[in-house]
Structures are given as structure tokens and as C-alpha cells.
């Protein structure tokens, strides 16, 4: 590390390294880590019913008001249009042709932040109403998913009432769904989707008879938010068609539930051909390529579940640097600079271009428009990916009125100590 190296070579050398590493990754099925979790085995838990959150309130009232402050408190919402509780975002007096149904057809609102969609209930399922609303440019866009595999397979037809939530969303959005009754206990991601069934701790009150992702092995840990977070698909079986791990438990092994998508070597609906971020929800097929996720960190590293003043949860400021700092910082083992800031960033230290997750987690997915997700492998994407496949870079996510070989250039001047 202390050696300097012309970015040009490293760059070189670097993608090639990352493309043998990430291809590797995805192949060997984290032998490290299954070793890992054969030695410190996930605890067994006596489980029995699910009972929703307001059950933990009377001894977690810390944690349960913290929860409620996350998005994760809010996925699926009732239908209130008017006062302080109001949940719906959308529009619903536009004239915008988008728009082709009323508010009156809505029985949930779903999701709040990047964007907003609307289901219906029809005989014993719910189905997602044909339009959303996309919260940061406040317009109507068609909502007729084309290119996920269910969809693109042509394994439920495109009408939008021929495809129950049920089996494509439910699962990820909220507690105990129970796939025979096509009822969930709780509405939302809640204690119990990453704690496991609550009935005997609620009474026993012993730590024994509930999951703390904390303990279990890293990769048993991540798990609890790769179920929701990792983009895939069921293995051959009982449950093809479903769109999310139906079976899977905090502190069960993902793998038997959910195959991961992969990078392709070409673009691909869910990664760019160099496995950054294409689309939202790939938070983890993109952290487990990254050397962070290998040095043992986890997503509640920097997430707090039980919520933060921050955007997303994070422990400490993401967009000031702060959180990058508490390990990268000058007096860290894993520092990235001695003095300045800038003799890493090549910015002013007070420029937006010294902000760590403007160029080591730049948006490069799309949630509502694009790009608007952040790519969490926490590389350095090379302008060079930009030329090669069309993902964008940090540097021309900034500097939009130049192009990738005008970054390229520039970042090929910079040497790192
Ligand atoms: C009647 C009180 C009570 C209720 C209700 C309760 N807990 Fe607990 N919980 C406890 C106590 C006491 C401990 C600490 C046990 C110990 O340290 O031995 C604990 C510990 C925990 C832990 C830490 C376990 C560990 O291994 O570190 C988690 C996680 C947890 N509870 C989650 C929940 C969830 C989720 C609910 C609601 C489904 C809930 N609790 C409801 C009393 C309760
Ligand atoms: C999105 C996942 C998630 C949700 C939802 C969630 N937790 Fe946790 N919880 C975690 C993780 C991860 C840990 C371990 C790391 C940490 O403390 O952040 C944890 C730790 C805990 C602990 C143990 C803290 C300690 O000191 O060891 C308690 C108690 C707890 N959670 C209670 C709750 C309660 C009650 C709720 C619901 C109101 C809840 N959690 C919701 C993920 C979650
Ligand atoms: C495998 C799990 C999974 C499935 C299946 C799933 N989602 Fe999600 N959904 C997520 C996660 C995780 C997020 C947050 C992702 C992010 O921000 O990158 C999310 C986010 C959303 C949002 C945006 C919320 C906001 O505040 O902007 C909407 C709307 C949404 N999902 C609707 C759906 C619908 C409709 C379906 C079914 C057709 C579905 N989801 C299926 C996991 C899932
Ligand atoms: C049961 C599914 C599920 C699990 C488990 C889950 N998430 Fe989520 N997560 C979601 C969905 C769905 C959303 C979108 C919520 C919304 O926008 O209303 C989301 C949103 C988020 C967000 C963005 C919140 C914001 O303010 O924009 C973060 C950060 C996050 N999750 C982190 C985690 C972490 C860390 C874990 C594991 C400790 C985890 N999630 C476990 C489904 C899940
Ligand atoms: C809890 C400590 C911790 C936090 C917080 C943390 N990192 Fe790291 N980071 C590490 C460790 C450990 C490594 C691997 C060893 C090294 O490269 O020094 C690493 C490596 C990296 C690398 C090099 C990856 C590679 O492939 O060479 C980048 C880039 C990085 N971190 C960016 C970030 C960013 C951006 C943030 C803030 C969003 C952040 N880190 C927050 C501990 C942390
Ligand atoms: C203007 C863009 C930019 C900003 C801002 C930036 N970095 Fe970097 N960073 C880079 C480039 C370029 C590399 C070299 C990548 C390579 O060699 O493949 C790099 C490399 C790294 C590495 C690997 C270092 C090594 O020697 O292996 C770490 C860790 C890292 N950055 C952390 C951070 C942290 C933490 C911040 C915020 C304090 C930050 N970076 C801000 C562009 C940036
Ligand atoms: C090294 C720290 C770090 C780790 C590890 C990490 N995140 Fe993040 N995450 C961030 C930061 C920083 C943001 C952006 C916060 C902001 O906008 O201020 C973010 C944003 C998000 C968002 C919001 C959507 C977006 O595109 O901004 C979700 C969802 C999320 N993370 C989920 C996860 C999940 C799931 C994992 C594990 C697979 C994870 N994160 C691991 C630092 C981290
Ligand atoms: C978050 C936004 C942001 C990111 C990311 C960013 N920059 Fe900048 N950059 C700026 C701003 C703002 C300035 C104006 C001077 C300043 O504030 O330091 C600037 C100035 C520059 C300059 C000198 C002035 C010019 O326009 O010729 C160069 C060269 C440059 N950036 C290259 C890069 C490269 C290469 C990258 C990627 C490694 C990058 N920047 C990433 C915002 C950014």
C-alpha cells in the first residue's frame, strides 16, 4: 500500500482482477464463510408463531420507536389522501393519460420514498394497479413490469390483475405471510422479519427463543437482509413462480431458498455487465462483491435498523463523510489519506467531489428514474465501465457536461500513495 502506483496500470490491472474476482465469488459459494457457519452454527430456535411488533413494544420500546422512525415501519400503508397521517403521494387529480385508475380502486399504498404504487384487492389476492408514481419528479409512469424474469419469461401474463402480489411481492413486504391463507401477521418489515418468530420469547423473555442476526456467522447475518435485498430467484421446485425466498428464516441458509442473480459479462436487468448496481434491491449481490463485505463488515455495520437521524439508517452521516471516516479516517488502520482529505479525493476538502459515496457508491441503478440507487460494491467505478458497458461513473455523475474519456484522462493523472 505504501508503494505509489500510476493509476493507469492499477486500473488496468484492477479490472481484470475484479473480473476473475467477482466471477469467483459468485462461483464458490462462500466457502469461508460456510466454514464459518458450521463452527459457530446459527442458534437453534424454539419457534412457534409470528405476533407483530406491537408484542415487543412493553420490553424493546427504544427499539420499537426507533423502528417506526425506518421506511421499513412504512411499506404498506393504508389508503389516507387528507391530514397529518396522509400516505398517499400520488396525484390522483391529474389528467395525465398515465393515470387510469381512481383512488377509490386503491386498497394499499405501497412504498413512500423513490415511489409510490397501489394495489387492489380482488376475490382472496391483492394486484398492483397498472400506474406509479415517482416521487422525485412527481409524475405518473406506466407500471407494467416487462423485464423481470417471471415477467420476462412470460411466466404470469402482462394483464395486471393476472399477477397476485401474493406470489410476487408479499413475502419481501411484510411479516409471516402465509402463502395458503394469502394473509401476512404485519404489513411491513418488522421485528420479526429479522429477528424470527416472537410467541415463546414474548413469554420466556430468554434470548435463546429469538435471533440476534449479530451472533449468528457473517454470512447467516447477512442473510437476514439479503432475503429481501439480494436480487434472485427460487430454485427449481415447489415455489418457481414465487418471486422471493418463501421458506427462508433468520438464521437459515439462504442458498436452499434464493439463487442470486449474477453479473452476465453482458448488461443484465439486475447488474451492468461489470456486476455494479442496474437496478434498486441489489444491495447485496453488489456488497458481496466488495472487499469490505470479505473483511467481515455487514450491512447493520452501517445500517441501524432500530432507525437514526440519517438518511437510509446509517450510523453516522453518510453524505459528510463521517461514516467513511470512523475506519478510513487519517488516524485509521485502514486510512486514506495523512493530512488533507484532498490528497486522496483531489478535490477541495470541502468540494462535493471529496464525498466518499460520490465516487465509491455512485448512482448507478435505477429505482424510480435513472440512476437513482447507489451501487453498494464500494469500488472505484472506472470511467473505462462507462466506455465498455454504459455504467455510469462517479466523475461524469458530477462532471455531466464531459464524457468518460475526459475522465479517464483526468483520473489517470492522479497517483495514490
Ligand atoms: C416480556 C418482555 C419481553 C418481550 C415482550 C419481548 N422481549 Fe425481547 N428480550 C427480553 C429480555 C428480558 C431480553 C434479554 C434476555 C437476556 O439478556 O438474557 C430480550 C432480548 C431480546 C433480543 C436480544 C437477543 C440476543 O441474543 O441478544 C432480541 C433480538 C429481542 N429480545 C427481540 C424481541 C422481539 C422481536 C420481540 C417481539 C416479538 C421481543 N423481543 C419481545 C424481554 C422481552
Ligand atoms: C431490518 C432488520 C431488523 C428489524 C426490522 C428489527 N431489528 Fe432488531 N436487530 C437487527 C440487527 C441486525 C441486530 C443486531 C445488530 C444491531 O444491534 O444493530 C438487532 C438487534 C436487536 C436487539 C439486541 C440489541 C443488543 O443490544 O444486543 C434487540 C433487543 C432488537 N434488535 C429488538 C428489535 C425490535 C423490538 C424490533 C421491532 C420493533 C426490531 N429489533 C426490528 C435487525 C432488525
Ligand atoms: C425479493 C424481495 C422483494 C420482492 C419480491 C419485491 N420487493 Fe419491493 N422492495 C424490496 C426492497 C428490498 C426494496 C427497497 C430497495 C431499495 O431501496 O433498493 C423494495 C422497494 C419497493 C418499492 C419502493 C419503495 C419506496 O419507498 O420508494 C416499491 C413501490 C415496491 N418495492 C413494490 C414492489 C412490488 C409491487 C412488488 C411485486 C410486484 C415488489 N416490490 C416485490 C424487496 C422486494
Ligand atoms: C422482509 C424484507 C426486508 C428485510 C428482511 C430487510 N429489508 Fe430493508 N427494505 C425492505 C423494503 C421493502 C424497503 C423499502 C421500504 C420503503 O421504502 O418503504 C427497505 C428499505 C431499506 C433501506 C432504505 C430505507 C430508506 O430510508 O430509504 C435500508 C437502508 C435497508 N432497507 C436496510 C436493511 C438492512 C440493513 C437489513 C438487514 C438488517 C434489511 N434492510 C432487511 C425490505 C427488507
Ligand atoms: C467498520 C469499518 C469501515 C467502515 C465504516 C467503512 N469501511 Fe471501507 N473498508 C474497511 C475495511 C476493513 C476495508 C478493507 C481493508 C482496506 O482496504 O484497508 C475497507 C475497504 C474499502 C475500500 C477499498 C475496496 C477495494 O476493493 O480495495 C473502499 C473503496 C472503501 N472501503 C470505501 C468505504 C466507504 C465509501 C465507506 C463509507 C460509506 C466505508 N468504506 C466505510 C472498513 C470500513
Ligand atoms: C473524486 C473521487 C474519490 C473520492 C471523493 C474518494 N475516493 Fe477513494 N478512491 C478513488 C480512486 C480513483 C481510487 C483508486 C481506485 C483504484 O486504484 O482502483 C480510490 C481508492 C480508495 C480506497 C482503496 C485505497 C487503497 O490504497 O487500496 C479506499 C479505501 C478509498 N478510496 C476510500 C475512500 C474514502 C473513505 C473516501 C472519503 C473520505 C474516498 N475514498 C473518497 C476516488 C475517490
Ligand atoms: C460501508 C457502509 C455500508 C454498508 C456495508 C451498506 N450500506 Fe447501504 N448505504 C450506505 C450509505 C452511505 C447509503 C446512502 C445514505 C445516504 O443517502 O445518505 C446507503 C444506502 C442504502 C439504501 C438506500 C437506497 C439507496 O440507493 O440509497 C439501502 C436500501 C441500503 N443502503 C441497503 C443496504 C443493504 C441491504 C446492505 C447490505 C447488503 C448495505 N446497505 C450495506 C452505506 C452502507
Ligand atoms: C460529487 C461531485 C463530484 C464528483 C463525484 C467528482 N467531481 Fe470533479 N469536481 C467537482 C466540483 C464541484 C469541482 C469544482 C472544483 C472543486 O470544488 O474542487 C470539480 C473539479 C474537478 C476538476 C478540475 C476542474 C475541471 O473541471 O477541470 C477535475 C479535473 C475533476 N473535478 C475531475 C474529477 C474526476 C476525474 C472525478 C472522478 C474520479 C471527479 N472529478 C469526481 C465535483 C465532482
Not at 463452527?39 to 420500546?61: F, L, M, N, T
Not at 399477477?163 to 405471510?177: A, Q, Y
Not at 447475518?221 to 425466498?245: D, L
Amino acid at each position: 500500500m505504501k508503494m505509489k502506483k500510476y493509476w493507469i496500470l492499477a486500473a488496468i490491472f484492477g479490472w481484470c482482477i475484479s473480473q476473475v474476482y467477482v466471477l469467483e465469488i459468485y462461483a464458490d459459494n462462500s466457502s469461508r464463510d460456510s466454514a464459518a457457519a458450521g463452527s459457530k452454527a446459527a442458534p437453534a430456535q424454539r419457534e412457534k408463531d409470528y405476533v407483530g411488533s406491537k408484542e415487543c413494544i412493553k420490553c424493546h420500546e427504544q427499539y420499537y420507536k426507533g423502528w417506526k422512525s425506518t421506511l421499513h415501519s412504512r411499506m404498506e400503508m393504508p389508503v389516507i389522501s387528507k391530514g397529518p397521517d396522509k400516505t398517499v403521494k400520488g396525484d390522483f387529480s391529474s389528467d395525465d393519460p398515465v393515470l387510469t385508475f381512481k383512488l377509490e380502486d386503491v386498497d394499499i399504498v405501497v412504498g413512500s420514498r423513490f415511489k409510490q404504487r397501489y394495489s387492489k384487492k380482488i376475490g382472496d389476492d391483492w394486484y398492483m394497479l397498472p400506474g406509479q408514481w415517482n416521487v422525485a419528479t412527481k409524475k405518473w409512469v406506466k407500471y407494467q413490469p416487462r423485464n423481470d424474469w417471471w415477467a420476462a419469461e412470460g411466466i404470469y401474463p402482462e394483464e395486471w390483475d393476472k399477477r397476485p402480489t401474493s406470489r410476487l411481492c408479499e413475502g419481501c413486504h411484510t411479516v409471516g405471510f402465509d402463502i395458503k391463507t394469502k394473509k401476512p401477521v404485519e404489513r411491513n418489515i418488522a421485528c420479526e422479519s429479522c429477528h424470527g418468530r416472537g410467541s415463546i420469547h414474548i413469554k420466556s423473555k430468554d434470548k435463546r427463543d429469538i435471533i440476534n442476526p449479530s451472533k449468528l456467522s457473517h454470512e447467516r447475518a447477512n442473510m437476514v437482509c439479503f432475503q429481501c435485498h439480494m436480487s434472485g430467484r427460487p430454485p427449481k421446485g415447489e415455489f418457481e413462480t414465487y418471486a422471493w425466498p418463501v421458506g427462508y428464516k433468520p438464521g437459515g441458509d439462504l442458498k436452499k431458498y434464493w439463487d442470486y442473480a449474477k453479473p452476465k459479462g453482458t448488461n443484465a436487468y439486475e447488474v451492468w455487465a461489470d456486476g455494479y448496481a442496474h437496478k434498486n434491491r441489489v444491495q447485496g449481490n453488489t456488497f458481496i462483491q466488495s472487499k469490505m463485505y470479505h473483511e467481515g463488515l455487514s450491512c447493520f455495520t452501517c445500517h441501524d435498523s432500530h432507525g437514526s437521524r440519517y438518511t437510509s439508517f446509517t450510523i453516522k452521516s453518510g453524505k459528510n463523510n463521517s461514516l467513511c471516516l470512523t475506519c478510513h479516517g487519517e488516524n485509521s488502520p485502514h486510512a486514506v489519506f495523512k493530512i488533507s482529505l484532498s490528497e486522496h479525493t483531489h478535490h477541495e476538502d470541502d468540494s462535493s467531489g471529496s464525498k466518499c459515496i460520490e465516487c465509491h457508491m455512485p448512482k448507478t441503478g435505477k429505482n424510480a428514474e435513472k440512476w437513482d440507487a447507489r451501487d453498494h460494491s464500494f469500488t472505484f467505478i472506472s470511467p473505462q465501465s462507462t466506455i465498455r458497458y454504459g455504467t455510469p461513473n462517479g466523475c461524469n455523475n458530477c462532471h455531466t457536461n464531459k464524457n468518460a474519456e475526459w475522465a479517464f484522462e483526468e483520473v489517470t493523472k492522479w497517483k495514490f500513495e
